[in-house]
């Protein structure tokens, strides 16, 4: 049985294509984690300090898993572990329960796993919120969805037994002491990752670092220690200064929320830059919010070709902000609801392609139109988006010799032909073209 009271097979997450069988939502509670991170009397809270902004002293028992005196201050390395088998003393642990990130794709229980979510942003930790939430969490199970990123308090265990119920794993920001919730929840099948920082590299009213990578490391360790088995996560929105910040935790989200001031092509502007350029895990944060006339939502079509583009560029995840925030409240615009879920279906679709794919960006000469190639034994899968405002008459050179269509297109690659391995014609103003071809 599991923590939470509820069966493995209640708690069996949706799955589509990939053989994601072992990606129920394992019961951590029956493996030894290490020592949580140290307390002294008089001491602040850990979510005081990061709010004040200080630096974290270091357990012993990380120090001496990084190989430092206990009596010096510890060296932080540049690039900071993967996993978190590599923190922790791998006898102390067993692997099945581990989340961990392998050549730049979040596994669980071993098993390769793209989180496809969204955020669920409120700070009331009123009855009726709280029920609200509840009742949401349905809506996004319907939707497709594998996980939510959302505050928790240490009285949200029936929040993360109703996740585990509907397969929906849990990023968690903190509403309490962050060691307090992590020591209590760690145990839990649905806590996949922890949110150690938002707008990680937003700068300080004085100009400098809010946040110095420095302190995000040590912050990583210190969770690391308290929760050797669940990933650290930080999300960052300023491409100027998002690469210092590469490599301070297991995953790293980046923000893109170009709607309606900056064109739809910014998403590959941006990503294109994060992803390609560091070996790390990468979740694309896009936008589904509108806020008090600065932004507005997106239409549907706006929302396929942002997601597109975003695994254009190899994210190996995607949380949308937000479903639910002050101003934004996805479950009533059912028109963008109904948009994310048909997007949600055909990500899940696409998994295989997109976790053990072999991707590799295509030529294309016109402005604001991407393509992209992934290979998976002898299958072929070419993506091509139009970020324009205008169509694009496109001709694709195929590096692949001998393809034959296998499956129906989607989108705008139903008038798209194949012809002496050339894909060739229109997609629409904002368009997305999905074929996949047999190699010999």
Not at 238 to 266: H, K
Not at 269 to 276: D, F, G, K, R, T
Not at 289 to 295: D, E, K, S, T
Not at 417 to 427: F, H, Y
Request: aromatic share 8%; net charge negative.
């Amino acid at each position: 049985m599991m923590s939470s009271g509820l069966s493995k097979k209640e708690a069996q997450p949706r799955t589509s294509g990939l053989d994601l069988a072992h990606s129920s939502l394992p019961d951590r509670s029956d493996f030894t984690a290490v020592s949580s991170a140290a307390r002294t009397n008089g001491a602040p809270s850990l979510l005081e300090s990061m709010r004040a902004g200080a630096l974290f002293l270091m357990p012993f028992s990380l120090i001496a898993s990084l190989g430092c005196n206990a009596d010096s201050s510890p060296k932080i390395p540049l690039t900071v572990t993967q996993t978190a088998l590599e923190v922790a003393d791998r006898k102390a642990l067993t692997e099945d329960a581990a989340w961990t990130v392998q050549n730049s794709v979040v596994h669980v229980s071993g098993q390769p796993f793209f989180p496809l979510g969204v955020y669920w942003v409120s700070h009331d930790v009123s009855p009726e919120t709280k029920a609200r939430r509840l009742n949401d969490l349905e809506k996004i199970s319907q939707a497709g969805f594998n996980m939510i990123h959302t505050p928790v308090d240490r009285n949200d265990r029936e929040f993360l037994d109703k996740c585990a119920s509907l397969g929906i794993y849990v990023a968690v920001e903190f509403n309490d002491d962050p060691l307090e919730v992590v020591a209590q929840f760690k145990s839990h099948p649905a806590v996949a990752i922890w949110s150690i920082f938002d707008d990680v590299d937003a700068p300080a009213k004085n100009g400098g670092e809010r946040h110095s990578p420095q302190k995000v490391k040590e912050t990583h360790f210190q969770f690391k220690t308290a929760d050797p088995l669940a990933l650290t996560y930080i999300s960052a929105g300023y491409p100027q200064r998002f690469s210092a910040y590469t490599n301070c935790s297991d995953l790293m989200a980046f923000q893109t929320y170009p709607i309606p001031s900056e064109p739809l092509s910014s998403v590959t502007s941006s990503y294109s830059n994060v992803a390609a350029s560091h070996n790390q895990g990468f979740v694309a944060n896009l936008q589904t919010f509108g806020w008090h006339g600065i932004y507005r939502p997106p239409t549907g079509g706006e929302l396929r070709n942002m997601t597109y583009q975003a695994l254009l560029t190899g994210v190996k995840g995607v949380l949308y902000y937000t479903f639910f925030d002050e101003v934004t409240d996805l479950g009533q615009n059912h028109e963008l609801l109904a948009a994310a879920t048909q997007i949600a279906k055909e990500v899940r679709a696409l998994e295989p392609f997109l976790l053990n794919g072999e991707r590799r960006t295509l030529p294309i000469t016109q402005p604001e139109v991407f393509a992209t190639q992934w290979i998976l034994g002898h299958r072929l899968l070419v993506i091509a988006v139009n970020a324009s405002t205008a169509p694009a008459d496109i001709e694709i050179s195929l590096p692949e010799k001998d393809v034959t269509a296998v499956k129906p297109p989607l989108g705008d690659a139903a008038v798209m032909t194949l012809q002496a391995n050339k894909l060739s014609g229109r997609i629409s103003a904002g368009g997305v073209a999905v074929c996949e071809f047999k190699l010999p």
